[in-house]
């Protein structure tokens, strides 16, 4: 990948490709690595309209990082799909030269989007789905949703052309570990790329221990027993899942180690809060106000040099740090900030 000749770069020498923006920090499952219900309940202070960026502001900042190198956008939540007339957004975003427009949701509403979502010119989908077993799936979102409306949502993203789609699963050894196979021989075949990621300590609300992570190694080692897998070579510099492929022709998956094998020294991520606060680490425990700039009169110049002076300011590898010092530290919830 080139970046523009503008693109700063930081105290490791990584230089800004991907913006994570979460459009909204509301979602309609409750899943416990992310929004646990007996945190996440009906009297949770979500952030009011009136605080969230509008799509022109969204639009706005997308411009002035592309400048800054920034060749691809994900929309993420909370459930993006909540998000009204997100379709609007992401035909506003089609318009910049150059830039990939991609989208991770839970798949519960993509079934009705998936059409006009490719329409507007989003270029891929990511669904996240943690198990194929009925019970098992409704336990991990807690709001008693079908795993088949889920399913029917990525058979509406296939045909609709947002392929390949990729399903991620978040592997918890006490909740979910047996579903790795089950997984595996699914979407074997299927044309879509299945990942799976390493139980994290993002927030600090979601029961991580160590002792729950299943070892991505661990997972390859179980699927290639029965199908058999080979390495891939990374895509770009900073891809964040390590690609495996059936050594029978089936496709690939991914496995996401941030916890085991970290990825810090490449990493090439910014993440934007629905309400306009800039993290440059999933693992943050403070952001940066955008939206004041957005709406105090700044230039785009203004914008630009002050995210320039920002990023070459970057120091974040916090996977690399991850210690038992570091495990008592705040961090920002993942439905606030993205995935």
Same mark, same amino acid.
Request: net charge neutral; glycine share 8%.
């Given at each position: 990948?080139?970046?523009?000749?503008?693109?700063?770069?930081?105290?490791?020498?990584?230089?800004?490709?991907?913006?994570?923006?979460?459009? #909204?920090?509301?979602?309609?499952?409750?899943?416990?690595?992310?929004?646990?219900k007996e945190i996440f309940g009906k009297d949770f202070p979500f952030l009011p309209r009136t605080a969230i960026l509008d799509y022109e502001e969204i639009v706005r900042l997308v411009r002035i990082f592309h400048r800054l190198g920034v060749r691809k956008v994900r929309l993420t939540g909370g459930e993006p799909l909540l998000r009204?007339?997100?379709?609007?957004?992401?035909?506003?975003?089609a318009t910049i030269d150059d830039l990939e427009i991609t989208l991770t949701t839970n798949g519960a509403l993509l079934e009705r989007w998936a059409p006009s979502l490719a329409q507007a010119g989003l270029d891929r989908v990511t669904v996240s789905l943690d198990a194929l077993d009925e019970a098992q799936f409704q336990a991990v979102n807690d709001v008693g949703f079908p795993v088949a409306r889920v399913l029917t949502g990525i058979d509406a993203a296939a045909d609709a052309g947002l392929t390949p789609v990729k399903i991620n699963a978040v592997i918890q050894k006490s909740v979910n570990a047996d579903a790795i196979l089950p997984l595996a021989r699914h979407f074997h075949g299927s044309g879509h790329i299945l990942r799976f990621i390493e139980f994290m300590d993002v927030g600090n609300t979601n029961g991580w221990r160590l002792d729950e992570v299943v070892p991505g190694r661990e997972i390859v080692e179980r699927i290639s027993a029965e199908l058999p897998l080979e390495a891939v070579s990374p895509s770009y510099r900073g891809e964040v899942a390590r690609r495996w492929r059936y050594r029978d022709g089936g496709g690939e998956i991914g496995v996401i180690t941030s916890v085991t094998e970290p990825f810090c020294g490449a990493c090439t991520r910014a993440r934007l809060s629905a309400e306009g606060k800039l993290f440059t680490?999933?693992?943050?425990?403070? =952001? #940066?106000?955008?939206?004041?700039?957005?709406?105090? =009169?700044?230039?785009?110049?203004?914008?630009?040099?002050?995210?320039?002076?920002l990023w070459t300011r970057r120091t974040d590898r916090y996977s690399e740090q991850r210690s038992e010092a570091t495990a008592p530290r705040e961090r920002i919830e993942m439905s606030y900030i993205g995935g």
């Amino acid at each position: 990948m080139t970046f523009a000749v503008e693109s700063p770069r930081d105290r490791f020498g990584r230089a800004p490709r991907d913006l994570r923006i979460s459009v #909204t920090d509301r979602c309609n499952f409750r899943c416990s690595y992310c929004m646990p219900k007996e945190i996440f309940g009906k009297d949770f202070p979500f952030l009011p309209r009136t605080a969230i960026l509008d799509y022109e502001e969204i639009v706005r900042l997308v411009r002035i990082f592309h400048r800054l190198g920034v060749r691809k956008v994900r929309l993420t939540g909370g459930e993006p799909l909540l998000r009204r007339d997100l379709d609007q957004l992401i035909r506003q975003l089609a318009t910049i030269d150059d830039l990939e427009i991609t989208l991770t949701t839970n798949g519960a509403l993509l079934e009705r989007w998936a059409p006009s979502l490719a329409q507007a010119g989003l270029d891929r989908v990511t669904v996240s789905l943690d198990a194929l077993d009925e019970a098992q799936f409704q336990a991990v979102n807690d709001v008693g949703f079908p795993v088949a409306r889920v399913l029917t949502g990525i058979d509406a993203a296939a045909d609709a052309g947002l392929t390949p789609v990729k399903i991620n699963a978040v592997i918890q050894k006490s909740v979910n570990a047996d579903a790795i196979l089950p997984l595996a021989r699914h979407f074997h075949g299927s044309g879509h790329i299945l990942r799976f990621i390493e139980f994290m300590d993002v927030g600090n609300t979601n029961g991580w221990r160590l002792d729950e992570v299943v070892p991505g190694r661990e997972i390859v080692e179980r699927i290639s027993a029965e199908l058999p897998l080979e390495a891939v070579s990374p895509s770009y510099r900073g891809e964040v899942a390590r690609r495996w492929r059936y050594r029978d022709g089936g496709g690939e998956i991914g496995v996401i180690t941030s916890v085991t094998e970290p990825f810090c020294g490449a990493c090439t991520r910014a993440r934007l809060s629905a309400e306009g606060k800039l993290f440059t680490c999933l693992f943050a425990t403070k =952001g #940066t106000d955008l939206r004041r700039l957005l709406r105090d =009169g700044s230039s785009d110049d203004h914008i630009a040099n002050f995210l320039r002076a920002l990023w070459t300011r970057r120091t974040d590898r916090y996977s690399e740090q991850r210690s038992e010092a570091t495990a008592p530290r705040e961090r920002i919830e993942m439905s606030y900030i993205g995935g």
